[in-house]
């Protein structure tokens, strides 16, 4: 059996947003969006990071690509430390690391034709000789389902799909090895959706492409990932690849995101877990596992002492979670000293 070669690893990331305030303008204190997270992504798989909004999936894609600089934490991309390298070096590494963003319309240039956009990121990065550019571009643009005749046209004369093809053609544009798909499909309709995300697995097919997918929508990621992690509130709770993480999820987390999940087949009826309360503030955030203030399972244990990702004998190799109390769980035991306050509701 072949061994992967690992692309990226992510190791006990940290990415602190300081708070202003007082007459001085002071630090008074931190968000703290992604608060110790690693994990690694393998050549050609598609890893995606799923959770609520605020809990860090796009924060640690911004961090990964230094858009936003880590707080504590290593990043090692190919061999490389993203992290010692200086501005200058950064920006021709980004050559390799790609991102797609959420709105198509906000991350392209108004003022600008479709060649443009396409022609500059490789005049910027030196790719493509001078006069093999523009032909450079027509056959991205004829890669990602558009033709040549849209080459002069401007983003607002395109529809929110064609805007995303647009993006998809300008992060390939530089040959990188790994794409950032923060919130890819999110802003399009459904059926838009999923014809972008089987360009993308198309393009991944073709290009031998790494992902690493955000979103929230467990539908889209169950149909793109490999593997996935489950964040909540800037830490990883779950991790996992897709069929064991959708058939056999171990977290309390996890199984709430999952019921959520609508089912086609109205005779199918399944549980659905409303938690209680709302995600707490990352400003500061609950001692011991921070899920505790919503999970149906929680004891003095969890409120006091912080879980680690384990892997246990019921789970398959590589499926981590951090639970306390996931041999009981499995086992359909209520942990001791159940909080009642916590229960969840069945609907």
Known sequence: MLTKKQLLEVDHLKQYFPIKGGFLGRTVNHVKAVDDISFQIFEGETLSVVGESGCGKSTTGRAILRLDEPTDGTIEFDGVDLLSLSKRKMRKKRKDLQVIFQ????????????KKILTEAMAIQNVVPKHQREARAVELL???????EQLDRYPHEFSGGQRQRIGIARALSVDPKLIICDEAVSALDVSIQAQV???????QRQFNLTYLFIAHD???????SDRIIVMYLGKVVEIADKKSLFDNPQHPYTKALLSAIPTPDPEHKKERIILKGDVPSPIDPPSGCRFHTRCPFATDLCKQEEPQLRNLSMMKEGHQAACHHIEKIYAGQP???????NEPTLT
């Open 103 to 114: 709105d198509p319309f906000a991350s392209l240039n108004p003022r600008q034709t479709v």
């Open 142 to 148: 004829e890669t990602v389902g558009m033709n040549a």
């Open 197 to 203: 995300l089987n360009l993308l697995k198309k393009l």
């Open 218 to 224: 467990l539908g889209v990621v169950r149909h793109i």
């Open 335 to 341: 942990p001791n000293e159940q909080s009642q306050e």
